[in-house]
């Protein structure tokens, strides 16, 4: 089992950047490959990017065209999400997700084990 809280939304301006945390306990972190994905009112939630279980491969959605960044601190047992460029329409919840085995390129929710709560993003024009 692990426990994962994301935080670092909020308010900001569009072409603003923002870095979201997300912070697990339980288990050893190092050994879950980890995903973020986005969810808007009335949508689908939605892949963003996925990492290793050391972070030294990561995979995006093409839609994201290199405006956000996936890592990881496996010493802090934190990954975290900078997001660049940010547009209204990027006004989502996030959720950061871990997968209890496997590589790292999934892209759709159900291949995730765990999820946090979600951090309200919202970008203003």
């Known amino acids: 089992q692990v426990q994962l809280v994301e935080s670092g939304g909020g308010l900001v301006q569009g072409g603003g950047s923002l870095r979201l945390s997300c912070a697990a306990s339980?288990?050893?972190?190092?050994?879950?490959?980890m995903g973020w994905f986005r969810q808007a009112p009335g949508k689908e939630r939605g892949f963003l990017a996925a990492?290793?279980?050391?972070?030294?491969?990561?995979y995006y959605a093409d839609f994201l065209k290199g405006r956000f960044t996936a890592s990881r601190d496996n010493a802090k047992n934190t990954v975290y999400l900078q997001m660049n460029s940010l547009d209204p329409e990027d006004t989502a919840v996030y959720y950061c997700?871990?997968?209890?085995?496997?590589?790292?390129?999934?892209?759709?929710?159900?291949?995730?084990?765990?999820w946090g709560q979600g951090t309200q993003v919202t970008v203003s024009s």
């Open positions: 990492i290793s279980r050391s972070g030294g491969s990561t």
């Open positions: 997700a871990a997968r209890g085995s496997g590589t790292y390129r999934y892209t759709t929710a159900r291949e995730y084990d765990y």
């Open positions: 339980g288990r050893t972190f190092s050994s879950f490959p």
